[in-house]
């Protein structure tokens, strides 16, 4: 089967309903049909200059988030970046057929670096988007499921394996798409619609997986509307509505249709009250999972070992391939 691969950054205690919603939903759904890998980007989340206990710890709870969620670790292969060396080596070589200008149109990079100050940056931050490009080519990956905010990363991961293979031969690297459900991709912060749900907002915005339920549900019935009563689907018009619309239908399994025509002449605070309690019931069996593959680190270690295994094994051959293509004397 064809091969896809994704990877969430660990860098909070829990990941957000953004990431459920626009990527692991996705993960789960494609790991039947795909040869399926599934990283945990630790190395990625080294950017942000972690507290080293901290990220450790949130290395493991990101996986065991992956797990609770559905990643079936029979059917994908769960492991984190940095026990697979050769996503560094291959981020080097691919570093060197990038453009300064190319990286410097990142606008996450732009974003990121804005706050911080150019002081505060560091050019780990800016040569991220390579080493995203390296998790991928890396394991010669047909599709990647993503949220719309990854949309340029891909760009310019499809960029680099073309040009690999303008300067090295055709079958130097497989050309990736990105996988971005129009419908799920996208989830907004619920006190700015305007906004996607992120991670850095520490507010009543964003939905935690691992927060209290309760407090998750409170969030929901505070999400801020739009003017007018209708409730419909439309983003531009109506962003907030539009936004709870997306979260009630992927954690239903509804189609937004049906979900609207349910809604036919009720009001916004209807569907915010149902919404938390679907929220609720969406979380709290969650976290029990989740809590439950906490509870034996060894085992969760053994899975995450299996993973990377598996990935080194299709790695050091991809790997091999392109030193080989570049020029790179092989050792003997
Ligand atoms: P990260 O860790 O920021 O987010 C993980 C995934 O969640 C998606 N996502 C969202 N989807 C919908 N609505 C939202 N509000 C929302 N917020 C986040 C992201 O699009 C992503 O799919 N650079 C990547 C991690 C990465 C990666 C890779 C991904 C590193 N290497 C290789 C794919 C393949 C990132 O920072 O995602």
Redesign the pocket.
């Known amino acids: 089967p064809p091969r896809i691969?994704?990877?969430?950054?660990p860098t909070e205690d829990s990941l957000?309903l953004?990431?459920y919603?626009?990527?692991l939903t996705q993960w789960v759904a494609l790991q039947d049909s795909y040869d399926a890998l599934y990283c945990v980007?630790d190395l990625?989340a080294l950017t942000v200059q972690p507290d080293p206990a901290r990220l450790r710890d949130r290395t493991r709870r990101t996986a065991a988030q992956y797990l609770a969620a559905g990643v079936d670790p029979l059917r994908s292969a769960l492991f984190v970046q940095s026990h697979v060396p050769e996503h560094a080596e291959l981020a080097w070589v691919l570093s060197c057929l990038t453009g300064f200008g190319e990286a410097s149109r990142m606008t996450q990079f732009k974003d990121k670096s804005a706050k911080q100050g150019s002081d505060g940056t560091t050019v780990g931050l800016f040569t991220y988007p390579v080493l995203?490009a390296a998790?991928?080519l890396l394991y010669d990956a047909e599709l990647?499921p993503?949220?719309?905010?990854?949309r340029q990363?891909l760009e310019l991961t499809r960029d680099l394996a073309e040009r690999l293979n303008q300067r090295f031969g055709g079958d130097t690297a497989v050309v990736p798409e990105a996988h971005i459900v129009r419908a799920?991709?996208?989830?907004?912060d619920l006190q700015d619609p305007t906004r996607?749900?992120?991670?850095t907002e520490l507010g009543k915005g964003t939905i935690w997986l691992l927060e209290d339920p309760k407090a998750a549900a409170k969030k929901i019935r505070g999400a801020v509307t739009d003017d007018g009563s209708e409730i419909a689907y439309d983003p531009v018009a109506k962003p907030g509505v539009s936004n709870l619309l997306t979260i009630f239908s992927a954690l239903t399994g509804r189609p937004i249709e049906t979900v609207v025509k349910d809604y036919d002449g009720k009001m916004y605070g209807h569907l915010k009250v149902d919404l938390a309690e679907v929220v609720v019931d969406f979380l709290t069996p969650l976290q029990a999972r989740v809590d439950e593959y906490l509870s034996d680190p060894h085992e969760l270690d053994a899975v995450l070992a299996q993973g990377a295994d598996r990935a080194r094994e299709i790695a050091r051959g991809t790997l091999a391939r392109v030193y080989d293509k570049v020029g790179l004397l092989p050792a003997r």
């Open positions: 691969l994704s990877g969430m950054q957000t953004g990431n919603v626009g990527a980007v990625h995203m998790d991928i990647v993503v949220g719309e905010d990854q990363h799920l991709a996208k989830v907004q996607k749900m992120s991670k």
